[in-house]
């Protein structure tokens, strides 16, 4: 049976989930998304109470390597601070490395795009970074900033 709006709605509807929402939202509003993605909340409040403020500088990431890895004695709480240290790497990189900008791909997570062309995978680094400290935060935005 043809039914017109039908198709129409479907096929809205299978671009939006094949590209996933995030790349959706990314599309709609890079900015906003931007800023969703700094907020960072789990590691910004883990890191005040040792004292550490997260001002988006450079500085700050060296900060954070300096840190006891307190969050390795809690596996639930983890995964969550490896994801946000590597949302404030993206975030540090874009705000302070020219050229460098949020991309989402279709189906999959948030990377940071130098103006080279390179993509820096931030969320991956900021697990190995939480796991295992290395690499450190501060050694992939210089390695970063040096392109």
Known sequence: MNIPFLD????????EDSEGPLAAAFDRDPEGLGELL???ELLRA???EAGVA????PRSLQELDQLPPRWRDDPEELPWIGNDAGLYLGTVIVRNVPGARWQVWPGG???VRLASGREIQVVEAGLD???TGAPELY???A???EY
């Not at 129409?8 to 671009?15: A, C, G, L, S, V």
Request: overall charge negative; charged content about 35%.
């Open 143 to 145: 390695e970063t900033a």
């Open 38 to 40: 700094s907020e960072c």
């Open 129 to 131: 970074w939480a796991m």
């Open 54 to 57: 997260l001002d988006d500088s």
């Open 46 to 48: 883990r890191v005040e």
């Open 139 to 141: 050694q992939v935005y």
């Open 8 to 15: 129409h709605w479907r096929k809205r509807h299978e671009t």
């Open 109 to 111: 997570g948030p990377v």
